[in-house]
């Protein structure tokens, strides 16, 4: 069980908006930034946002980060059959001294 | 380009050792924090250990802690993780992952292909 809470699936058809949530709490999310991936069976996983809301360069705008108090969220519109994929969130916690990830949402195209 | 290649996975009895490498490319290794982080079989993402750029700080997991050791040479553009000990539940594809130079902790902007580690007997 995972310290970062995750809905494990979320769904939407092409052009939706989508949105994964991501519960902490004090020790983790609230004191530090987050973090979110895509992450394709058989391939690494990607960074598309990292310090709450910022994306790496080469990660479409269609793809967002926010984060208040001990949730944080990632947004996806214009849903595309192409982000398939599981998506984790990924913090620091100050109370494990160590890197925590979510359980993982697997978004499903309809 | 960067490139990160993990290499050293296989097949290993409970309680035996394994040393997974992680050859570096394509950027200044020596500048930037890496990571260890494993995926078991149908579970999600698991972060396993840190080193600083230097090799002064260094963190694990609560999983791994005592058996495992992270290590890095920076004239080589290498990163290690020794593996002791090994229990079934360690079975995992383990990845190595270099720290976003902006990112304050947890944003691993490059990741290798990962190494399958199967630990049975």
């Known amino acids: 069980q995972s310290v970062l809470t995750q809905p494990p699936s979320a769904s939407g058809t092409p052009g939706q908006r989508v949105t994964i949530s991501c519960s902490g709490s004090?020790?983790?999310?609230?004191?530090?930034?987050v973090n979110w991936y895509q992450h394709l069976p058989g391939t690494a996983p990607k960074l598309l946002i990292y310090?709450?809301?910022q994306r790496p360069s080469g990660v479409p705008d269609r793809f967002s980060g926010s984060k208040s108090g001990t949730s944080a969220s990632l947004a996806i519109r214009g849903l595309q059959s192409e982000d398939e994929a599981d998506y984790y969130c990924?913090?620091?916690?100050?109370?494990?001294?160590?890197?925590?990830f979510g359980g993982g949402t697997k978004l499903t195209v309809l | 380009e960067v490139q990160l290649v993990e290499s050293g996975g296989g097949l290993i009895q409970p309680g035996g050792s394994l040393r997974l490498s992680c050859a570096a490319s394509?950027?200044?290794?020596?500048?930037?924090?890496m990571n260890w982080v494993r995926q078991a079989p149908g579970k999600g993402l698991e972060w396993v250990s840190y080193?600083?750029?230097?090799?002064?700080?260094?963190y694990y997991a609560d999983s791994v802690k005592g058996r495992f050791t992270i290590s890095r040479d920076n004239a080589k553009n290498s990163l290690s993780l020794q593996m002791n000990s090994l229990r079934a539940e360690d079975t995992a594809v383990y990845y190595c992952?270099?720290?976003?130079?902006?990112?304050?902790?947890?944003?691993?902007?490059?990741w290798g292909q990962g190494t399958l580690v199967t630990v049975s007997s």
């Open positions: 310090s709450n809301d």
């Open positions: 992952a270099r720290d976003h130079m902006y990112s304050s902790g947890a944003g691993f902007d490059y």
């Open positions: 004090s020790s983790n999310i609230a004191s530090n930034t």
């Open positions: 080193i600083t750029s230097s090799s002064g700080t260094i």
């Open positions: 990924a913090t620091w916690d100050d109370s494990l001294n160590g890197v925590i």
């Open positions: 394509g950027f200044t290794f020596s500048t930037y924090n």
